[in-house]
Every structure is written in structure tokens, then in C-alpha cells.
């Protein structure tokens, strides 16, 4: 029995981008297409096989302690990116002021994929999900600088819209207009009490 299931939900790129400097911005740049590496996308400050730990992961280890980095890509859904804008009261939030690496079309429910799902593309291209990507205040300072008196709405706004973390499994490229199908674990749902 395969771990992992082919659904029939595909996704379409309706937008890629990089970080290129993270000391210096969250901002992201528009890109037409990425070259994914084992590190992540060529060239995008959270690329890397390790990265530090950080706040997220106190729970777990000291801040900047050397982990796996499963961080390498910020996928957001398009649908629920209009979801936050509409409650920010916002026209539209430009991808590149969350610092993401993806906007994804048509992949209902999206920040509640299952983790370790995979998104494939038809050129083999794959990413795992990791987990939901919690909001934070860093792309509400971003859009503040875009639209003073918007972004402290920014971290409400997104609950439960974020997106997902991601990193790459198999090494590609990816353009825009591409479409990912998404394969999710087989399993049952938790039941720790069972």
C-alpha cells in the first residue's frame, strides 16, 4: 500500500518569488521561474540543508541551535491571501510583502493541508510540506510600510490562512502557470486518547 496518496486536487503557480537578503528585508521578488536545489530555491536567503533554530522552536531546542531546514519555501494560497486582504479591509496584499516563495491557486483549505503532504509537478519537481506557517508581526511591519495603518490588522487576519512551510524532495524547476497535484499520507487521524 502506497505511504502516499495521488489525490485529484491540482493546484496552478500563480506567482514565485525569493528573499534575497533577509538581514536586510522579509520582501521577496517577483520571479517567472525558480530552480529548486535540495537547499531550497537557488539563491533565496532560506536556502540552506540546516538552518538556526529560532523562536518557533523553543519549545524544542535553544535559538540557534543547528536543525534540519524544513523552512525553505512560504507557500501561500491565492484564495486565502483575498480572505486576508478582505478582513484587512485591504484592495489586495502583494505576495512580495510576506516574503513569499509561492502563491498557489485552487488547493482548497490550503494552511490545513496534512504536513508531509506533497505538492508534484508534472515535471517531477516536489515539495513536502512541513506544517502551517503561524503569522507573525514581521509581514504586518512590511505591508505598515506599504500602507501605514494596515499592517498591525496583518497577524489576525491570517489565522488560519498563513500557508504552509515547505522544502524540496526532489530538485527541479518550477514556473509560473504550473501545476502541482496534490498527494497527501495515508493515515488516520490522531487519537491520543484511544
Same mark, same amino acid.
Given at each position: /500500500? ?5 489525490? =485529484?486536487?491540482?493546484?496552478? #503557480?500563480?506567482? $514565485?518569488?525569493? @528573499?534575497? =537578503? ?9 520571479? =517567472?521561474?525558480?530552480? $529548486?536545489?535540495? &537547499? ?16 518557533? /522552536?523553543? &519549545? ?30 485591504? !484592495? ?5 510583502? $510576506?516574503?513569499?516563495?509561492? #502563491? #498557489? ?22 515539495l513536502t510540506i512541513d506544517m502551517e ?44 502557470? =504550473?501545476?502541482?497535484? $496534490? ?5 488516520? @487521524?490522531?487519537?491520543? !486518547?484511544?
Amino acid at each position: /500500500m502506497p505511504a502516499l496518496i495521488p489525490t =485529484d486536487y491540482h493546484g496552478q #503557480i500563480t506567482w $514565485l518569488g525569493k @528573499t534575497i =537578503d533577509r538581514d536586510q528585508t522579509l520582501a521577496s521578488v517577483a520571479c =517567472d521561474a525558480v530552480q $529548486l536545489t535540495y &537547499a531550497g530555491v537557488t539563491g533565496e536567503a532560506r536556502s540552506g540543508l540546516t538552518r538556526k533554530s529560532c523562536a518557533r /522552536m523553543r &519549545a524544542q531546542y535553544p535559538v540557534n541551535t543547528e536543525i534540519r531546514n524544513v523552512r525553505q519555501l512560504s507557500i501561500l494560497c491565492a484564495e486565502e491571501l483575498a480572505l486576508i486582504a478582505q478582513a484587512m479591509e485591504i !484592495d489586495e496584499i502583494n505576495p512580495e510583502w $510576506l516574503g513569499a516563495s509561492m #502563491i #498557489i491557486s485552487g488547493l482548497p483549505d490550503f494552511t490545513h493541508t496534512p504536513p508531509s503532504s506533497r505538492l508534484v509537478a508534472e515535471n517531477g519537481t516536489s515539495l513536502t510540506i512541513d506544517m502551517e506557517n503561524r503569522p507573525c508581526n514581521f509581514p504586518g511591519q512590511e505591508i505598515e510600510r506599504h500602507l501605514p495603518g494596515k499592517g498591525h490588522a496583518f497577524k489576525a487576519a491570517a489565522a488560519d490562512r498563513r500557508g504552509v512551510t515547505a522544502w524540496v524532495e526532489r530538485e527541479g524547476d518550477l514556473r509560473t502557470g =504550473d501545476a502541482l497535484r $496534490l498527494h497527501v499520507p495515508f493515515q488516520r @487521524t490522531w487519537q491520543p !486518547d484511544r
